[in-house]
């Protein structure tokens, strides 16, 4: 009687997809200041940081440019695709010598659909993006532009995750960080250096940024 053996599906390793190249998808590196892509371009893919990171800008219809958010090793990007967006909506550029996994759309709806923990992975990921959002927006509409300006500092230094906050960062440009809460850069350069001189951040080639900050935040 012949005997009947059942082959079990291998354990999908999601950081090892995430982290590697494969079918339908290749690892990409760019120098700082390049352009990952354009506002308007062709949405075929979806990219995760595996390091660097990442600025993600949108110019309107008269000309006037805004920085929406900064992405770092963890995050995706580009995900618009897979929701039926034809063209970004966005231009990504590299903060930093930045590297990325691009994952072209069809391999990236496959691996969703057939890979539940990649899937929970990636919504986990689109929940937290989400919720992240919506205090953007509560930030920007009721705290002042020292508030926000903290916020931005202790969110780009990953201040409360889960794992080793990453404390030291490339420097942001001033004018960057002021895009961001919607101020200035010389209020954005007067709140700079009223954090320095209190010893929240620090300037020795890369921004150090100290948990200290929170009192900026929490001080009625």
């Known amino acids: 009687m012949a005997r009947i053996t059942s082959k079990r599906k291998a354990v999908f390793d999601v950081e090892n997809y995430l982290n590697t190249a494969g079918i339908a998808r290749r690892v990409v590196t760019y120098l700082k200041?390049?352009?990952?892509?354009?506002?308007?371009?062709?949405?075929?893919?979806?990219?995760?940081?595996?390091?660097?990171?990442?600025?993600?800008?949108?110019?309107?219809?008269?000309?006037?440019?805004?920085?929406?958010?900064?992405?770092?090793?963890?995050?995706?990007?580009?995900?618009?695709?897979?929701?039926?967006?034809?063209?970004?909506?966005?231009?990504?550029?590299?903060?930093?010598?930045?590297?990325?996994?691009?994952?072209?759309?069809?391999?990236?709806?496959?691996?969703?659909?057939?890979?539940?923990?990649?899937?929970?992975?990636?919504?986990?990921?689109?929940?937290?993006?989400?919720?992240?959002?919506?205090?953007?927006?509560?930030?920007?509409?009721?705290?002042?532009?020292?508030?926000?300006?903290?916020?931005?500092?202790?969110?780009?230094?990953?201040y409360g995750k889960a794992e080793q906050p990453e404390k030291s960062v490339a420097k942001i440009s001033q004018e960057t960080l002021a895009e961001m809460i919607g101020t200035t850069r010389s209020r954005v350069s007067v709140f700079m250096n009223k954090f320095r001189r209190l010893g929240y951040i620090e300037y020795n080639g890369e921004l150090h940024i100290k948990s200290s900050l929170l009192r900026v935040i929490f001080h009625d």
């Open 33 to 158: 200041g390049q352009t990952i892509f354009l506002q308007g371009g062709l949405s075929d893919s979806v990219l995760y940081i595996q390091k660097g990171g990442v600025k993600l800008t949108i110019v309107a219809p008269n000309g006037k440019e805004a920085v929406i958010a900064l992405l770092y090793a963890g995050d995706f990007l580009g995900e618009g695709c897979i929701a039926g967006q034809s063209f970004r909506s966005a231009t990504a550029t590299a903060l930093e010598a930045t590297t990325v996994l691009m994952v072209e759309k069809q391999e990236m709806i496959r691996v969703i659909h057939e890979e539940r923990a990649f899937s929970d992975r990636f919504v986990s990921y689109m929940l937290k993006r989400n919720v992240r959002v919506e205090e953007d927006l509560t930030d920007q509409l009721f705290n002042s532009s020292e508030k926000r300006l903290a916020r931005i500092l202790l969110l780009i230094a990953r």
